[in-house]
Each structure stands twice: as structure tokens, then as C-alpha cells.
């Protein structure tokens, strides 16, 4: 007659029963989170890959988020020097007719008051604000780069550039408009002129009814609207980068992120499959368990 003991058993059964514990805690977890890789001891291999594209996700969206700013901030600086462009359009009208001989000191000194206020109106557009930043400052973002009576609050000839950000793996764009070039006259480019004197030379002139020399202003509006418009085809050279950097960038999240789910997500399907599977073995696991391990034992003569 041979005897298996009750130590014999449980030897027998109780590991069932954990291994079928196991295996329903992980289907569950799966079931539960729609991943089959939380942690690198579910797969190695697929861990250390999905953790590369999850960094390479980052990174993109590091780059989508400054091209979405850089676009930002030009749109503002567009809008901006467009408005600029009909402020000296308005400007160079007025003049234009003022120079006829025909028109009178009074009509003349209506075209001043109209010409001062559109002088006001070009500093305020000098000092556009994106947020909290002006849009055309350049060393000191967060204080008006012109200031009426003192000129403009930084070097134009040594700060004419703009910020740049990085926008791709190999890709800086421009991210901002220079008011220096758009406003300014620098010692570095002779044609260049000051816009706001452009405009102050006008209203001085109509204030002293002298038609002649508005006339010899006409020209200086005439190249302060080209340089505004320089500066405004710049800029929407640099918002063409950046909305192409944008859908780069978004192209590429999409393919990583695709790659990633590939690697840890799971199937549905499967998954649910799985954990009825595991429910079914645990519960026969139980089951058996509770017979074996019963009060009586199991004789074979």
C-alpha cells in the first residue's frame, strides 16, 4: 500500500495555487493599466526600447512647444508691423495732399494733429507686447524698447538681431522680429531711416504751413514703409520655418508615440482573453486544492 502524506500534498498543491495567484496578479495588472511592459523585468528588451522612444518623444515635443512660442511671438510682431505699414500708408496720403499749394495753413494744421496721433500710434506699435515680453525689445524683453523724447532703449547697430530657438535635431529658426531693422536708423546700413522721425518731420512741417518741405517728406515715408515691409516679408519667412518645424515635430511625436504603444501596450483583446484564462486556472487551482488537502487521505492497495 502506498500512502501520500498530507505534507506531500500541500507540496503538490499549494504552488499550484501561488503560481496560478501569480499569473492572474499579472493578467489582472495588464488587464487593468492596457500595458504589458510597466516596468524593464516584464521585458527587458522592449523597456530599454520604449524608455529611447519615450526620450525621443520628449525631445520633439521640446521642439513642437518652441516652434508653437516662436509662432507665437511672430504673429504678434506681424500683425504689428502691418499695422505699422498703414500707419505710414495714412501718413504719406496726407502728405501727399498737403503738399498741393491749394490747401490752407488751417487744413494744414488738421493734417498735423492727424499725423501726430499716428506718430503716437507708431510708438505704441514699437512697443507691441506678447505677454509679458515686448515684442520688439532685444536685451531687456520686459521694459518699452522706445521711449518718446529719448529714442530707442538699446544699441540698434549692436542689437539687431533676434532670438533664436531650437525647433528640430538640426534646426534653430528665428523666433522673433528686429525692431531695430524695422524702426531704427543704424550707423551700420546708411539707407536705413528712423521711422518715428519720418513721421515727426511731416507733422513739423504741416504745423509751419511749409508745403515744400512736406513734399521732401513724402520720399522718407516712402522708405520707412519699405523698411517696416522688409522686416514683415523676415518675419513671415521665419513663421513659414516654424509652421513647418511644427508639423515636423508633430509628425514625428506621432511616430514615436505609435512605435512605443507598439512596444508596451496591450492587446485588448488578448489581454481580457488572458485573464479569464487565469481566472479559470486559479479557480481550478482552488478547487483541487481543497480536495486534496481534505480531511481524508488518499489510499492506493
Request: glycine share 6%; with cysteine; aromatic share 4%.
Amino acid at each position: 500500500m502506498i500512502r501520500i502524506t498530507q505534507s506531500r500534498q500541500s507540496g503538490l498543491a499549494l504552488p499550484a495555487i501561488s503560481t496560478a495567484r501569480s499569473r492572474l496578479q499579472q493578467a489582472q495588472r495588464v488587464a487593468m493599466s492596457g500595458q504589458r511592459v510597466t516596468k524593464p523585468s516584464d521585458d527587458p528588451a522592449a523597456a530599454a526600447r520604449a524608455r529611447l522612444l519615450g526620450e525621443l518623444d520628449a525631445r520633439a515635443d521640446s521642439h513642437q512647444t518652441a516652434a508653437g512660442y516662436g509662432l507665437s511671438r511672430l504673429q504678434t510682431a506681424d500683425t504689428a508691423l502691418g499695422e505699422a505699414g498703414n500707419v505710414l500708408v495714412r501718413a504719406r496720403q496726407l502728405a501727399t495732399s498737403m503738399a498741393n499749394d491749394t490747401m490752407s495753413a488751417s487744413q494744414r494744421q488738421a493734417a498735423a494733429a492727424e499725423v501726430a496721433s499716428l506718430r503716437s500710434a507708431m510708438i505704441a506699435i514699437v512697443n507691441t507686447r506678447h505677454g509679458d515680453e515686448y515684442a520688439f525689445a532685444h536685451v531687456d524683453t520686459r521694459s518699452p524698447p522706445y521711449v518718446d523724447g529719448t529714442g530707442f532703449t538699446y544699441d540698434v547697430d549692436t542689437f539687431a538681431g533676434v532670438r533664436s530657438a531650437e525647433v528640430g535635431p538640426t534646426q534653430t529658426v528665428e523666433i522673433g522680429a528686429s525692431g531695430s531693422l524695422a524702426f531704427a536708423q543704424r550707423a551700420s546700413d546708411p539707407n536705413s531711416i528712423d521711422v518715428l522721425a519720418a513721421l515727426a518731420d511731416p507733422q513739423a512741417d504741416l504745423e509751419n504751413d511749409d508745403a515744400d518741405a512736406v513734399r521732401c517728406d513724402i520720399d522718407g515715408m516712402a522708405a520707412a514703409f519699405d523698411q517696416v515691409l522688409g522686416e514683415r516679408t523676415r518675419v513671415g519667412v521665419r513663421m513659414a520655418q516654424l509652421q513647418r518645424a511644427d508639423e515636423a515635430a508633430r509628425q514625428s511625436r506621432s511616430v514615436y508615440q505609435s512605435l512605443r504603444s507598439d512596444l508596451v501596450d496591450a492587446d485588448a483583446a488578448e489581454a481580457f482573453s488572458t485573464l479569464s484564462l487565469a481566472e479559470n486556472t486559479m479557480q481550478a487551482a482552488v478547487t483541487v486544492a481543497s480536495r486534496v488537502l481534505g480531511p481524508s487521505l488518499l489510499d492506493a492497495g
